[in-house]
């Protein structure tokens, strides 16, 4: 575990934004395949995804001591540690606090995170960049679409739509299966001074096209779906459901970012289908991850692809 001791030797004391600090998953660090960590200010979250034992923790412990030494006094060190492990969770607070509620910002928008229960925390920070396109993207279409309207698909705490809202969409509807995480959603934006222009609907995607076809067609579709959620969504057979129906919810040259995160599929599984399925929308990038994610193999890292209708005639 060198690798992530030398990690915290050397980490930014006072991140402002949530961040991801060590990368063991990427496979850039023999050994280490298991070790996550991420800031979430003023909380540091560890995450090991085998069993560790109490000397390793006791390790990990003495070196964001040592690192938190050069802080004022008054500055308490706060850090958890969770285990995932064969489809279960286990959360210790190791030192200090969390803050209730516990709020982090990321490029000036705050979000609400809860990193003491469940494995999400409430903001994925892998999809950083996927967040920047969006709001870049908007901004860019604004002038030309004043009413630029966002579908929000398996929309979690909605980070993509406080994003989008903020950047000057005129409508986002936020579609999840669960009330919990929407809930989360609503706090989100109205923590950011977002109080009209976005909707919520606590539904299953495939019992509510006819929702979702009335409140289009839009400009931006945004889809992140869990790679596997039983009863809910499964990416082997469910992501071809969902492709079918892109072209029809789309405006002419509205955009599509398609989202997914199985280190199992690779890139030709979303384009594969995307040209069997829906062979008129382009092709346009690959969203880059952030560089605190970089992977030995882009094929196992999560794959953001952007794909645009035609313009009409």
Not at 272 to 282: F, T
């Amino acid at each position: 575990m060198q690798a992530l001791l030398d990690a915290i030797a050397t980490m930014d004391l006072n991140p402002t934004d949530a961040q991801r600090v060590f990368h063991g998953r990427g496979g850039l660090y023999p050994g280490c395949e298991h070790w996550v960590l991420d800031a979430f200010p003023p909380v540091w979250v560890l995450t090991s995804f085998q069993p560790a034992t109490e000397a390793e923790l006791s390790a990990v412990h003495e070196a964001l001591t040592q690192r938190w030494s050069a802080q004022p006094a008054d500055r308490p060190l706060n850090w958890v540690y969770q285990c995932r492990h064969e489809g279960r969770s286990e959360t210790r607070l190791m030192a200090g606090q969390v803050p209730e509620p516990h709020h982090v910002s990321e490029n000036g928008l705050q979000y609400r995170v809860h990193v003491l229960k469940g494995q999400n925390h409430g903001l994925f920070l892998d999809m950083a960049e996927g967040r920047r396109w969006v709001r870049e993207h908007v901004q860019a279409q604004v002038a030309r679409h004043p009413r630029l309207k966002v579908l929000n698909l398996f929309a979690y705490t909605c980070a993509f739509s406080v994003v989008a809202r903020q950047a000057g969409a005129r409508q986002v509807l936020n579609l999840d299966m669960s009330h919990g995480a929407l809930a989360i959603g609503q706090q989100n934006h109205q923590l950011n001074g977002i109080t009209d222009g976005v909707s919520f609907l606590a539904h299953d995607l495939f019992s509510t096209w006819g929702k979702i076809n009335r409140a289009g067609p839009y400009e931006l579709i945004i889809v992140d779906p869990p790679s596997y959620q039983k009863g809910s969504f499964v990416a082997t057979k469910d992501y071809a459901r969902l492709m079918r129906r892109l072209p029809d919810l789309l405006t002419p040259g509205g955009h599509v970012l398609l989202c997914l995160n199985a280190p199992e599929l690779g890139l030709a599984f979303l384009q594969d289908q995307m040209q069997a399925l829906a062979p008129e929308l382009q092709w346009v990038e690959r969203v880059a991850n952030p560089a605190a994610f970089a992977d030995v193999s882009p094929e196992r890292s999560l794959k953001v692809l952007v794909y645009r209708a035609p313009e009409l005639g």
